[in-house]
């Protein structure tokens, strides 16, 4: 904090200014690690005033304070920030000039802080240009013509054709189950027996086995004993 302050006087100034800033940080060990200022004084603290320790500023001259025929000096002066006072808008100021004296100020300008800069050297060598070779160029053939160069317009485009959309060269027939009987039977059963009594008799026995096996597979009904006293009338 004091490391381009060479005065001893100010070894107090640095101490009080350490114990203000902690207070204003978060503990450990209070509630929810609160600052110290918050659980004193019940608000949180302002961190706004708070500057580096020995900060070069300028603090104003009041007009009563001034000597007579100082109308065209100096305004203010060459001041070191040392401290805070109890009101956030009030600061500690040490004066080079009067090195036993230590203000109180609200009229304290603080420079821009310069950005610290490193500086370092950096050699670059730039490599040696290679020798220069001669190829010799061939001869060129009075017989053989020319090739034509590419005409490159810039920004254009071929568009390319557009591919015929793929249709798919499968088959498509109806199952063979219905198809096969669609196509011997063009007059079709009406009923049951009608079914069970012509010629194809076979086929639609057949067909109405693979019907009822698919209806076993997939669990359509529920077979449960006939009720008592009612008649289930079928017709056909």
């Known amino acids: 904090m004091m490391m381009d302050i060479d005065s001893k006087f100010l070894w ?17 060990r209070l509630p929810d690690q609160t600052t110290p200022y918050e659980a004193l004084y019940g608000k949180k603290p302002s961190i ?50 009067r090195p036993t004296q230590i203000r109180k100020s609200r009229d304290v300008q603080f420079p821009p802080i310069p950005p610290k800069t490193v500086k370092f050297g950096l050699t670059i060598r730039e490599p040696a240009p290679e020798p220069e070779t001669h190829k010799p160029s061939p001869k060129s053939d009075p017989t053989t013509p020319p090739r034509p160069e590419s005409l490159v317009i810039p920004g254009s485009f071929v568009e390319p054709e557009p591919r015929p959309p793929h249709r798919s060269q499968r088959e498509r027939r109806a199952p063979d189950r219905y198809g096969y009987i669609s196509i011997l039977l063009p007059n079709k059963p009406k009923t049951y027996h009608q079914a069970i009594k012509g010629i194809d008799a076979d086929l639609w026995k057949m067909a109405m086995e693979e019907e009822m096996e698919s209806l076993r597979r997939n669990a359509t009904w529920e077979e449960v004993d006939q009720p008592a006293r009612r008649i289930v009338d079928i017709q056909g």
Request: with cysteine.
């Open 12 to 28: 107090a100034e640095a101490a009080a200014t350490a114990v203000y800033i902690r207070n204003r940080l978060p503990h450990s």
């Open 48 to 97: 706004k005033q708070l500057q580096p320790f020995g900060r070069h500023c300028f603090m104003h001259i009041p007009e009563e304070t001034r000597p007579p025929g100082s109308k065209l000096l100096a305004r203010s002066m060459e001041a070191r920030f040392v401290g805070y006072t109890k009101s956030d808008k009030t600061y500690r100021i040490w004066l080079p000039s």
